[in-house]
């Protein structure tokens, strides 16, 4: 089941099915559902790694993994599917993947079981991001299957001495003009992640809108959105994500904001330069998870807990996270080391070490903040 699982699904749903009940299984088998939002990767690792290794140690299990597709959408598709069937005593999905925007929705609204401290596994997830989602209080409820964290990429022929902050990136953008790259506020998030930074640097109190709401505080960030829109006159814009990244291969640019597990990809893609390095800026720049949560009425509840265990051990972690994808894993890194072949970790962690992740691997602002700094960066930055 790939790209029409879901509709296939969503349509047993219509038809008054339960997904159970839509596929035939064998005497005695149970099924267990994971829904998974993100791109095709995501479903790929349930459908081909995660889900064979689960049925190996339980026999009599079958896993089920289905799709609804990448972005914010995908998540939105679970939460209306579990609201929909919240008066019903059982719900047909037993493990979900979502991102940190819709986990603070879902717990807020009692769509999820708290199982966090029930799983042996939950005490190696330390990180702000187990416990805060964009602002919302998610203790218990998450754990995060992996890290996304951006970093600035560079070219080290072009680039001798890389910046080590915000302050210093902004002086060096104006001694190199054109040559530092992003993808403005509208192409893709590593461009909202970089200007993100930049208000946790340069605004007032910064990086305290990664933990709370406070209506008048974006009119404190006009002077840093100034200093922005000053910066952005020695910056070559790219058209995207993988634009930046294409850019920096060709030679066009120095240096620019990336996703870390993009990078790697490019770069073993040979796409790169293979001495393309990587630098995660002072005093941070910020990455998300993806979460896995368990539906509150689950009809596998106990056998969810089990497969997220599965998940998130560091021996999984190391070769399913880490070797596979070049993702940084959910649990804290330091517990997937001794998995790791060194020549993974030295990939992984050298450029950006754990000791990086932990001090400057910042979280996402709350989400009214966030939406306040796409809108001011329009107003006040793109003018």
Do not use: C
């Not at 995660?50 to 339980?58: D, N």
């Not at 037993?94 to 009692?110: C, N, P, R, T």
């Not at 902050?165 to 590593?190: C, D, H, R, T, V």
């Not at 940084?328 to 970790?345: C, M, N, Q, T």
Request: hydrophobic fraction near 40%; avoid cysteine.
């Amino acid at each position: 089941m790939k790209k029409n699982a879901f509709k296939n699904w969503s349509s047993a749903l219509v038809l008054g099915g339960s997904v159970i009940a839509a596929v035939p299984a064998q005497a005695e088998e149970v099924v267990l559902n994971v829904v998974t939002a993100g791109a095709q990767n995501m479903l790929d690792y349930v459908t081909d790694y995660l889900g064979p290794k689960f049925e190996e140690s339980h026999p009599g299990v079958k896993v089920r993994a289905v799709s609804t597709g990448a972005g914010s959408a995908g998540s939105q598709a679970i939460y209306e599917k579990l609201s929909a069937q919240k008066d019903q005593d059982s719900w047909d999905i037993d493990v979900a993947v979502v991102h940190q925007l819709k986990a603070g929705e879902l717990v807020e609204e009692g769509l999820l079981a708290r199982y966090k401290d029930e799983i042996s596994t939950g005490k190696l997830a330390t990180d702000d991001s187990s416990t805060n989602a964009l602002g919302a209080d998610v203790t218990g409820f998450v754990m995060p299957m992996f890290h996304s964290q951006t970093a600035i990429a560079y070219n080290p022929l072009l680039v001798t001495d890389a910046p080590a902050s915000y302050n210093e990136l902004e002086s060096w953008a104006g001694k190199n003009p054109g040559k530092f790259g992003y993808n403005g506020i509208k192409n893709g998030m590593s461009g909202v992640s970089f200007v993100t930074g930049w208000i946790y640097n340069f605004a007032p109190d910064g990086e305290k809108i990664i933990t709370g709401y406070d209506a008048g505080t974006a009119q404190s960030w006009e002077p840093a959105l100034a200093r922005l829109k000053q910066f952005n006159e020695n910056v070559t814009f790219t058209p995207g994500n993988a634009g930046t990244l294409d850019m920096l291969g060709r030679g066009e640019i120095a240096m620019g904001p990336v996703w870390v597990d993009m990078f790697y990809q490019w770069r073993d893609e040979g796409k790169l330069d293979p001495n393309t390095k990587l630098k995660l800026i002072g005093p941070g720049m910020p990455g998300q998870p993806m979460y896995y949560v368990v539906p509150k009425k689950a009809a596998h509840g106990d056998l969810a807990r089990e497969f997220i265990e599965l998940a998130t051990s560091p021996a999984i972690q190391a070769e399913g996270i880490v070797s596979r994808f070049s993702w940084y894993p959910g649990i804290d890194a330091e517990h997937v080391k001794d998995d790791l072949d060194a020549s993974v970790w030295n990939k992984l962690f050298v450029d950006v070490t754990p000791e990086d992740l932990a001090n400057k691997g910042k979280a996402f602002p709350v989400a009214k903040h966030l939406d306040e700094i796409r809108e001011a960066y329009e107003a006040q930055v793109s003018n």
